[in-house]
């Protein structure tokens, strides 16, 4: 039954609950505001138990952020000055005085903090331990000026930067408050192992080693380290430093591969204990460890290995690598370092498809670079192997490694890496014309099959979740809320852990200080309330579908490839076009949906090139071969009347190369104007379908008007009636059978254009003919016109056949007008004319009705 309250009870209900969310949100703002007031007010200051008057404004700054800038400028000044003092004033006091000067102020500086944080000033003293530090710097290059001249800049360094670290460590350590001097000691800490080796006299190998065991300590400090900044600061220097070592070993392994290699090695071992004890780094770290394996081995395996090898044996480290997707399952590696190396094997197997890529494209776009003329055998001579042919084997390697995977874009990838296998094989190693002609077919023949029937690549995949139906999803929804809307069921809901009854839900909690319950407590009586509907969601695309245009492209592909390859050799020629043909037939009449449409029309195009290879067979010329060409769109119209899905699409195809016949024909009137004929026969035929019969019947008619238009042209006539005549008698019927349909239909419509197309190029004719008899018959029929106009109250015959009656009349009454104006005096013309105007003048107002008569007369007419 309906639950649902009455609209005014409703409307009350709704009233009531506004009222208490605005008095909560009075209440929460209320709280705010004296929350805020008792922030910013001095801590001396008495707060009120509760808010009377709203908070002041807030300051743009607080107290303690002022301070901070304040410190921080006085540190900065007093660091500034110290500096100075060091390279400036050092040369003027002596060696006593400068040791005072020296210890005294490094050991205040020093010495400070610890009074300043008991006294609860702590950043007084982060400041003034700061420029402590600054100072035991100054301090060490003053000892070097001074006391150690002699000593080495680097191993001098390298020293001080140890010793300041320990140092540093230990202050930071002794005064753990302050936040600054533990992360000093970690910077000072990446400078002693490099400097030392460069002190040494190493080299980039040596300072590569150097870098890694200091990137190692960092990221010890990143493990057990407790102090956030010294983590982060250990973080960087170990990306700094481990990154240049990784940097360099990869640059040993291309031109010392023995050398880098332990050093790569070293740094992936790093990597991966840092990924296997930070997950939240663990796909990072490992993806750097397995680019490092990759270069540490694929180094000297390219050593040993002949040139064209090097690129193979890095890919089968990468897919060695991609295995322990899986091989690391079942050793319970990290998921994060499974996916890391996996990634890493992945990126190096993707690297080497791309190597190989080349061949692939040559193979498949070669035969359309051609320079000379078809059947020359351009492509027909022996293929050089202009590329390795291990590309050819990366592309079969890659192809293996996705075929055991169980995933649907692992089998598009294997899809994809065979159709490449099998074009780049002809120009990889090399085979000859035939050879490779019938691998182009084979490869067009296997894709375009598993196109139409791709449920052999699907076995084993997982399937696609089919989306919840919105209105079941609406249904369950609706029927999950019902029991609370209308009552307990009958049987109660019991908990699957326990078997017993769930406790009732709690009454929602009350809002201290308002006297009410939460916001949407007053709904729970309230059934008028129904669930959205959710969105409808897409079906998933099914697999066979995405493997099935996937292998249609390829065999797309390749049949350009095998035609445009065939094209060299006349026997090729026809028989690659009749294998294409039938096989996208075949897909044409197996296929379905968009597959279908393409590979019909594909059909008609191959068709064409057969009709035209034949044609060119033969020796036929031009005219000829376009009136052979015809037999395309006979043949389309005959396959549209049976094959309705892709009736359309065919014809049109059929129809674009019967204008290429038409083209073909242009240079022989007589031909033309034939196969514009035959033209307009299959369009005729074509309309007796009732679906096509609209737009077929007026090609037929045009295709007819225009062949007998070229064929007049042909026999050299001029007269334009001949032109007119068979276009405006059709016309004329077809406005007079549409004016019985439809009576109130304008004439202009109906008439016009077929009087017009006539009526007009006579009339311009007969200005220019010499002759009586044209002007004779024109101004008879426009009288015809005209009667027939003024009789059926047809405004477009009327005026039509009046304006050329008139025009025509004029010119054959000018000769005669001019002899009598030549004969009257000269001063008789003025004064006609003047007499006509004041005639016009005096009966003005009666010509303003008569116009006014007439041209409602005309606008009544149809």
Same mark, same amino acid.
Request: aromatic share 6%.
């Given at each position: 039954?309906?639950?649902?309250?009455?609209?005014?009870?409703?409307?009350?209900?709704?009233?009531?609950?506004?009222?208490?969310?605005?008095?909560?949100?009075?209440?929460?703002?209320?709280?705010?505001?004296?929350?805020?007031?008792?922030?910013?007010?001095?801590?001396?200051?008495?707060?009120?138990?509760?808010?009377?008057?709203?908070?002041?404004?807030?300051?743009?700054?607080?107290?303690?952020?002022?301070?901070?800038?304040?410190?921080?400028?006085?540190?900065?000044?007093?660091?500034?000055?110290?500096?100075?003092?060091?390279?400036?004033?050092?040369?003027?006091?002596?060696?006593? +005085?400068? @040791? %005072? !000067?020296?210890? &005294? /102020?490094?050991?205040? =500086?020093? #010495? *400070?903090?610890?009074?300043?944080?008991? $006294?609860?000033?702590?950043?007084?003293?982060?400041?003034?331990?700061?420029?402590?530090?600054?100072?035991?710097?100054?301090?060490?290059?003053?000892?070097?000026?001074?006391?150690?001249?002699?000593?080495?800049?680097? +191993?001098? @360094? %390298? !020293?001080?930067? &140890? /010793?300041?670290?320990? =140092?540093? #460590? *230990?202050?930071?350590?002794?005064?753990? $408050?302050?936040?600054?001097?533990?992360?000093?000691?970690?910077?000072?800490?990446?400078?002693?192992?490099?400097?030392?080796?460069?002190?040494?006299?190493?080299?980039?190998?040596?300072?590569?080693?150097?870098?890694?065991?200091? @990137? %190692?300590?960092?990221? &010890?400090?990143?493990?057990? =380290?407790?102090?956030?900044?010294?983590?982060?600061?250990?973080?960087?220097?170990?990306?700094?430093?481990?990154?240049?070592?990784?940097?360099?070993?990869?640059?040993?392994?291309?031109?010392?591969?023995?050398?880098?290699?332990?050093?790569?090695?070293?740094?992936?071992?790093?990597?991966?204990? %840092?990924?296997?004890?930070?997950?939240?780094?663990?796909?990072?770290?490992?993806?750097?460890?397995?680019?490092?394996?990759?270069?540490?081995?694929?180094?000297?395996?390219?050593?040993?290995?002949?040139?064209?090898?090097?690129?193979?044996?890095?890919?089968?480290?990468?897919?060695?690598?991609?295995?322990?997707?899986?091989?690391?399952?079942?050793?319970?590696?990290?998921?994060?370092?499974?996916?890391?190396?996996?990634?890493?094997?992945?990126?190096?197997?993707?690297?080497?498809?791309?190597?190989?890529?080349?061949?692939?494209?040559?193979?498949?776009?070669?035969?359309?670079?051609?320079?000379?003329?078809?059947?020359?055998?351009?492509?027909?001579?022996?293929?050089?192997?202009?590329?390795?042919?291990?590309?050819?084997?990366?592309?079969?390697?890659?192809?293996?490694?996705?075929?055991?995977?169980?995933?649907?874009?692992?089998?598009?990838?294997?899809?994809?890496?065979?159709?490449?296998?099998?074009?780049?094989?002809?120009?990889?190693?090399?085979?000859?014309?035939?050879?490779?002609?019938?691998?182009?077919?084979?490869?067009?023949?296997?894709?375009?099959?598993?196109?139409?029937?791709?449920?052999?690549?699907?076995?084993?995949?997982?399937?696609?979740?089919?989306?919840?139906?919105?209105?079941?999803?609406?249904?369950?929804?609706?029927?999950?809320?019902?029991?609370?809307?209308?009552?307990?069921?009958?049987?109660?809901?019991?908990?699957?852990?326990?078997?017993?009854?769930?406790?009732?839900?709690?009454?929602?909690?009350?809002?201290?200080?308002?006297?009410?319950?939460?916001?949407?407590?007053?709904?729970?009586?309230?059934?008028?309330?129904?669930?959205?509907?959710?969105?409808?969601?897409?079906?998933?695309?099914?697999?066979?579908?995405?493997?099935?245009?996937?292998?249609?492209?390829?065999?797309?592909?390749?049949?350009?490839?095998?035609?445009?390859?065939?094209?060299?050799?006349?026997?090729?020629?026809?028989?690659?076009?009749?294998?294409?043909?039938?096989?996208?037939?075949?897909?044409?009449?197996?296929?379905?949906?968009?597959?279908?449409?393409?590979?019909?029309?594909?059909?008609?195009?191959?068709?064409?090139?057969?009709?035209?290879?034949?044609?060119?067979?033969?020796?036929?010329?031009?005219?000829?071969?376009?009136?052979?060409?015809?037999?395309?769109?006979?043949?389309?119209?005959?396959?549209?009347?049976?094959?309705?899905?892709?009736?359309?699409?065919?014809?049109?195809?059929?129809?674009?190369?019967?204008?290429?016949?038409?083209?073909?024909?242009?240079?022989?009137?007589?031909?033309?104007?034939?196969?514009?004929?035959?033209?307009?026969?299959?369009?005729?035929?074509?309309?007796?379908?009732?679906?096509?019969?609209?737009?077929?019947?007026?090609?037929?008619?045009?295709?007819?008007?225009?062949?007998?238009?070229?064929?007049?042209?042909?026999?050299?006539?001029?007269?334009?009636?001949?032109?007119?005549?068979?276009?405006?008698?059709?016309?004329?019927?077809?406005?007079?059978?549409?004016?019985?349909?439809?009576?109130?239909?304008?004439?202009?419509?109906?008439?016009?254009?077929?009087?017009?197309?006539?009526?007009?190029?006579?009339?311009?004719?007969?200005?220019?003919?010499?002759?009586?008899?044209?002007?004779?018959?024109?101004?008879?029929?426009?009288?015809?016109?005209?009667?027939?106009?003024?009789?059926?109250?047809?405004?477009?015959?009327?005026?039509?056949?009046?304006?050329?009656?008139?025009?025509?009349?004029?010119?054959?009454?000018?000769?005669?007008?001019?002899?009598?104006?030549?004969?009257?005096?000269?001063?008789?013309?003025?004064?006609?004319?003047?007499?006509?105007?004041?005639?016009?003048?005096?009966?003005?107002?009666?010509?303003?009705?008569?116009?006014?008569?007439?041209?409602?007369?005309?606008?009544?007419?149809?």
């Amino acid at each position: 039954m309906d639950n649902s309250l009455p609209p005014a009870d409703e409307l009350v209900l709704v009233d009531r609950e506004l009222a208490q969310l605005e008095a909560r949100r009075t209440h929460l703002l209320a709280r705010r505001a004296w929350l805020v007031q008792v922030l910013y007010r001095p801590a001396r200051a008495a707060t009120p138990r509760w808010p009377v008057t709203p908070a002041a404004p807030v300051a743009d700054s607080t107290p303690r952020s002022a301070q901070n800038v304040l410190l921080t400028l006085g540190g900065t000044l007093l660091t500034i000055a110290a500096v100075a003092f060091t390279l400036v004033s050092w040369g003027s006091m002596g060696i006593g +005085g400068r @040791a %005072a !000067v020296l210890c &005294a /102020v490094t050991g205040a =500086a020093l #010495a *400070a903090p610890v009074a300043l944080l008991r $006294r609860g000033l702590a950043s007084t003293a982060e400041s003034v331990a700061v420029l402590g530090l600054v100072l035991m710097v100054l301090d060490a290059y003053a000892l070097h000026r001074v006391a150690l001249p002699d000593a080495d800049g680097l +191993g001098y @360094a %390298a !020293v001080v930067s &140890a /010793v300041l670290a320990g =140092a540093w #460590a *230990a202050y930071g350590s002794a005064l753990s $408050r302050l936040r600054v001097p533990l992360p000093a000691a970690v910077v000072a800490a990446q400078l002693p192992l490099p400097l030392g080796v460069l002190a040494a006299g190493g080299g980039p190998t040596a300072f590569a080693w150097a870098a890694l065991v200091t @990137a %190692a300590a960092d990221g &010890a400090a990143v493990l057990w =380290a407790r102090p956030l900044p010294v983590r982060v600061t250990a973080g960087v220097g170990a990306a700094v430093l481990g990154g240049w070592a990784l940097l360099t070993g990869g640059w040993l392994s291309l031109s010392s591969p023995w050398s880098g290699a332990p050093l790569l090695l070293a740094g992936a071992a790093v990597c991966l204990y %840092a990924a296997w004890r930070t997950p939240g780094w663990a796909v990072a770290a490992s993806v750097v460890a397995g680019l490092a394996v990759v270069a540490a081995v694929g180094g000297p395996l390219r050593s040993v290995l002949p040139g064209d090898w090097a690129v193979p044996g890095y890919v089968l480290c990468g897919l060695v690598l991609a295995s322990v997707w899986r091989a690391g399952a079942g050793a319970r590696l990290p998921r994060g370092v499974r996916a890391g190396l996996a990634g890493a094997g992945a990126s190096v197997t993707a690297l080497g498809l791309l190597w190989a890529l080349p061949p692939v494209v040559a193979g498949a776009l070669g035969p359309l670079a051609r320079t000379t003329e078809v059947w020359s055998g351009e492509h027909a001579g022996p293929a050089l192997a202009s590329y390795p042919a291990t590309a050819a084997l990366v592309l079969a390697v890659g192809a293996a490694a996705l075929a055991s995977v169980a995933r649907l874009w692992a089998r598009c990838g294997v899809l994809v890496l065979v159709w490449a296998l099998l074009t780049a094989l002809p120009v990889s190693p090399g085979l000859p014309y035939a050879a490779t002609l019938a691998l182009q077919l084979l490869t067009t023949t296997a894709t375009l099959w598993i196109a139409v029937r791709p449920a052999p690549l699907t076995r084993g995949l997982p399937r696609p979740e089919a989306a919840p139906d919105a209105r079941t999803a609406t249904a369950g929804a609706a029927g999950s809320a019902a029991p609370s809307a209308t009552g307990p069921t009958d049987r109660p809901v019991t908990d699957p852990a326990s078997g017993s009854a769930p406790p009732p839900p709690s009454a929602p909690p009350r809002v201290p200080g308002t006297g009410f319950g939460a916001p949407w407590s007053g709904w729970s009586g309230w059934s008028g309330w129904t669930p959205p509907k959710p969105r409808p969601q897409a079906p998933p695309a099914e697999p066979g579908t995405v493997l099935g245009w996937v292998a249609y492209a390829g065999g797309l592909l390749s049949a350009v490839g095998a035609v445009a390859l065939a094209l060299d050799v006349r026997e090729a020629t026809f028989v690659a076009l009749g294998v294409v043909l039938g096989l996208l037939a075949g897909v044409a009449a197996l296929g379905a949906g968009a597959r279908r449409t393409v590979s019909a029309c594909g059909a008609v195009l191959a068709a064409a090139g057969l009709v035209l290879a034949g044609a060119e067979a033969a020796g036929l010329e031009d005219h000829w071969t376009a009136l052979a060409l015809l037999l395309v769109p006979a043949a389309t119209a005959a396959v549209g009347a049976t094959a309705r899905p892709v009736a359309l699409p065919v014809e049109i195809t059929g129809a674009t190369v019967g204008l290429c016949a038409v083209g073909l024909a242009g240079s022989r009137p007589a031909f033309l104007a034939l196969v514009l004929a035959l033209g307009g026969v299959i369009a005729a035929a074509t309309a007796v379908r009732p679906e096509r019969r609209r737009f077929a019947s007026w090609a037929a008619a045009g295709l007819f008007l225009l062949a007998a238009w070229v064929r007049l042209g042909a026999w050299g006539v001029t007269t334009p009636e001949a032109y007119t005549l068979p276009v405006t008698v059709p016309a004329l019927v077809v406005g007079f059978l549409r004016r019985r349909r439809d009576p109130a239909a304008s004439s202009w419509t109906a008439y016009g254009p077929g009087l017009a197309v006539t009526l007009l190029p006579s009339l311009g004719a007969a200005w220019t003919d010499p002759e009586w008899v044209r002007p004779l018959v024109l101004g008879a029929a426009a009288l015809v016109v005209t009667l027939l106009g003024a009789r059926f109250r047809l405004q477009a015959l009327l005026l039509l056949g009046g304006t050329v009656l008139a025009l025509d009349g004029l010119h054959e009454l000018a000769p005669y007008v001019v002899q009598v104006v030549g004969a009257l005096p000269r001063w008789l013309p003025p004064a006609l004319a003047g007499l006509l105007l004041l005639a016009v003048g005096a009966t003005y107002e009666q010509r303003l009705r008569d116009a006014r008569r007439l041209r409602e007369r005309l606008a009544r007419m149809r």
